[in-house]
């Protein structure tokens, strides 16, 4: 069983930043597609980015230029840097963790974007 716990969301004002962490639990980490999805109110969880074991990395197109994916193996931990934030960003950013054909997911962190 994997636990994602996610962390780093707040209230920022529009074109803040943020830094979201996604720790995992186990010893898979390493090898697990990692991604990041989120949910505004009224609306369907979507996709955010992703980053693969070796690194490669995919992101929507409402987001690119502005996220950064990332991870750091040696700490389980997943990483979305959020740059140049928009209202329309508020929501709940999900972590997401492929292990082994099975998907998990964390709780979420809420992420509010407001002046």
């Known amino acids: 069983q994997v636990q994602l716990v996610e962390s780093g969301g707040g209230l920022v004002q529009p074109g803040g930043s943020l830094r979201l962490s996604c720790a995992a639990s186990?010893?898979?980490?390493?090898?697990?597609?990692m991604g990041w999805y989120r949910q505004a109110p009224g609306k369907e969880r979507e996709f955010v980015a992703r980053?693969?074991?070796?690194?490669?990395?995919y992101y929507a197109d409402s987001v690119k230029g502005r996220f950064t994916i990332s991870r750091d193996n040696a700490k389980n931990t997943v990483y979305l840097q959020v740059n140049s934030l928009k209202p329309e960003d508020t929501a709940v950013y999900y972590c997401?963790?492929?292990?082994?054909?099975?998907?998990?997911w964390g709780k979420g962190t809420l992420v509010t974007v407001s002046s």
């Open positions: 186990g010893s898979m980490f390493s090898v697990a597609t």
């Open positions: 980053i693969h074991s070796g690194g490669n990395t």
């Open positions: 997401n963790g492929l292990y082994s054909g099975i998907y998990y």
